[in-house]
């Protein structure tokens, strides 16, 4: 398709799954959307990055081929564009035939650690896609998550708890889904018992749902 008429059609702000529908009919359309992103300064490759991100959750066969030029969406200064690259990634790896996720491993869990909070958020929400996908990694993904208690995050330039706690409690989401088959279930229900004295209730009462789904008996202090 031709990037003006696409842009154009873009910006009138269609719905956007008609145009992931379209784009699963017709992959080469797909180069497009990475093009767009790469040299459109308008709010137009916002679109594109998440048209990609939704291909990505029902097809991600057809987007695995332009695996590494979103990985540079990682680095992108602009946040949304960074954000889409981490959910995609973690779409990606399910098709990785090529082991291509490797080579992005460290830089792509380092992001745990990043002050942002819905940067590392991302990361760690999504972090069980990964796990499923490369149980061999689950050891060290794991490691890492539990680590998420001592990372500061920054709201306004402050160091923020608050955000902290957020984070702690996608964690304990991620845990769920691959609880069953983890070889790491004591630190996973020893880090739930840690949050039941999280500042925030609503990730409090995460951690009693997760202790009590997998038997554990929680001491009332």
């Given amino acids: 398709m031709d990037h003006a008429i696409l842009i154009n059609r873009l910006k009138s702000k269609p719905d956007l799954n008609q145009i992931v529908s379209e784009a699963i009919e017709n992959p080469s359309m797909l180069i497009s959307f990475i093009e767009i992103v790469q040299t459109e300064s308008s709010s137009v490759k916002f679109a594109c990055t998440k048209v990609m991100r939704l291909i990505s ?3 991600p066969e057809l987007v695995y081929p332009y695996f590494d030029e979103i990985v540079k969406w990682l680095y992108n200064k ?27 491993y460290e830089n792509y869990f380092a992001l745990v650690h990043d002050s942002q909070m819905i940067t590392a958020a991302n990361v760690v929400g999504n972090a069980w896609k990964i796990v499923i996908a490369k149980p061999e990694l689950e050891n060290d993904i794991t490691r890492r998550l539990l680590e998420v208690p ?11 708890p608050e955000c902290n706690c957020i984070v702690c409690g996608q964690v304990l989401e991620c845990f769920e889904h691959f609880f069953e088959n983890s070889k790491n279930q004591a630190l996973m229900i020893k880090f739930a018992e840690d949050q039941l004295g999280n500042q925030r209730k609503t990730v409090a009462k995460k951690a009693e749902k997760f202790l009590r789904r997998h038997g554990v008996t929680i001491k009332m202090v």
């Fill in 150 to 160: 001592q990372v500061v995050y920054v709201n306004k330039g402050k160091p923020s």
């Fill in 78 to 104: 602009n946040s949304f564009i960074k954000w889409d690259g981490i959910l995609i990634i973690s779409n990606l790896v399910a098709v990785d035939s090529e082991n291509r996720f490797e080579e992005v």
């Fill in 57 to 59: 959750e029902q097809r």
